[in-house]
């Protein structure tokens, strides 16, 4: 019995007591972590781990790819987004992109948006995107207290529900039925 998990380097995979490391893994202070993105095997039975890099199958995003996704992580200082599409195809394996921030009003996102973004690089196997574009942005979201629907109103949300206004990076489409049906078909 196995259980398979895709990573990133320096990813926590489980503690030497409980796993040996095999290839693909390096000795942390006594925790196992991923040497190299891939695909984390654990074989319950040996108790061992061993990363096996993505194939040339998986489609890994490149620079100036779009990329579409939710929003899984947000501080003042970076967001970090899981990847749903990539050039509008549908991605079946679970890759996250990171934007770090220079000023604050970048990072006006919250855990749940939904997202268009552009790919600026690949560095040390973590995808980076960037949101400055009119085009970036948040493309859908819900209110974040009681979940109703978010309007624009300048460059700003609003809740229709409780009146709740909130600042956001907002794509020039925020809302637009388009974005929203392929995305929703995925996440629901
Ligand atoms: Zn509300």
Do not use: W
């Amino acid at each position: 019995m196995s259980k398979e998990l895709y990573v990133y380097p320096g990813d926590r995979l489980a503690t030497i007591e409980e796993f040996e490391g095999k290839e693909g893994t390096y000795e942390d202070d006594g925790i196992v972590r991923a040497s190299i993105t891939g695909k984390a095997i654990y074989d319950i039975k040996s108790r061992t781990i061993t990363v096996i890099p993505f194939s040339t199958n998986v489609n890994m995003p490149k620079h100036g790819d779009i990329v579409k996704g939710l929003i899984t992580m947000a501080t003042p200082t970076m967001i970090e987004m899981r990847i749903l599409y990539i050039n509008n195809n549908k991605e079946e394996v679970n890759l996250s992109a990171i934007y770090y921030s220079k000023t604050k009003k970048d990072t006006q996102f919250r855990v749940g948006d939904l997202v268009r973004a552009s790919v600026t690089n690949i560095l040390n196997s973590f995808i980076h995107v960037t949101f400055r574009n009119k085009r970036l942005g948040v493309i859908y979201t819900r209110c974040h207290l009681c979940h109703g629907k978010m309007v624009r109103i300048d460059n700003a949300l609003k809740c229709t529900e409780c009146n709740t206004r909130d600042e956001r990076k907002l794509a020039e489409d925020y809302g637009s039925i388009e974005n929203i049906l392929p995305i929703y078909s995925v996440v629901t």
